[in-house]
């Protein structure tokens, strides 16, 4: 068993439809993982049951053995959009997390202030959020998931609307605050080229099912000039492949 395991989950939303379809899977502690597939194959259905926003109708999710009834502050989820709060600052924000049961400490104040100087926006704290950029956006949202400390951290395409040049600078962001506290990271995306940079591990869906595994060994920290490297593309081509078969 991982330190966030799936087992045999199934999902549909209908009876005579099934969305996810008996998927196993397992992270181990701080590995990163990325999960592609074309469009409606269930990736984000199945990201919700291992958040425990959706209950599975059959199988069970589990966290360090402990199985996941709903949602908790070990797992942190990150959205396609940021859905950040226009009428909050910036910190306030990334703290509504923790505000939303009580009231902010000044320890965390201090580790909000934290991630935003890992993510690069600890001038911008008290501006609020029609005053930043999409990418900025997608910085803030990733701080306000980490805010309660988890241990997992589950994303759903945060990158998908972002031009190129920031994308990736968003990805080494990512890779930099997750690596430091080796947080366990299961991450959605219709990019190829993003999941094999970032992954550990990337894992191929379709019409519910995991059908493809590939294990990525470049060493972290990841460097930038990797993604024009000849093995990148020969794995970003095996990824390309899989998804192909099973169209």
Not at 140 to 152: F, G, Q, W
Not at 184 to 205: K, N, P, Q, S
Request: aromatic content about 6%.
């Amino acid at each position: 068993m991982g330190f966030l395991s799936i087992k045999e989950a199934s999902f549909g939303y209908k009876r005579e439809e099934t969305v996810v379809n008996r998927v196993s899977w397992a992270i181990q502690r701080g590995e990163f993982h990325c999960l592609v597939g074309r469009s409606g194959c269930g990736k984000t259905t199945l990201l919700k049951i291992a958040a425990g926003l959706l209950q599975p109708t059959s199988g069970s999710i589990f966290i360090k053995g402990q199985r996941v009834p709903e949602p908790s502050a070990d797992v942190g989820f990150v959205f396609q959009a940021p859905n950040l709060l226009e009428w909050l600052s910036v910190i306030d924000n990334i703290l509504l997390p923790i505000s939303i049961k009580l009231k902010p400490r000044v320890d965390d104040q201090k580790y909000a202030m934290e991630l935003l100087d890992l993510v690069g926006l600890s001038a911008f704290c008290n501006r609020h959020p029609r005053e930043l950029s999409g990418g900025q956006q997608s910085r803030v949202a990733i701080a306000r998931a980490l805010i309660t400390k988890p241990e997992v951290l589950l994303l759903d395409e945060p990158f998908a609307a972002i031009d190129a040049i920031t994308r990736e600078e968003l990805q080494e962001d990512l890779l930099q605050v997750c690596g430091l506290r080796k947080t366990t990271v299961l991450f959605v995306t219709h990019d190829i080229t993003e999941a094999v940079y970032l992954a550990d591990r990337v894992a191929v869906m379709n019409e519910g099912h995991l059908k493809h595994s590939l294990k990525v060994n470049f060493e972290r920290p990841r460097e930038k000039n990797l993604r024009y490297s000849a093995h990148f593309n020969e794995l970003c081509l095996l990824v390309r492949q899989a998804m192909d078969e099973e169209a």
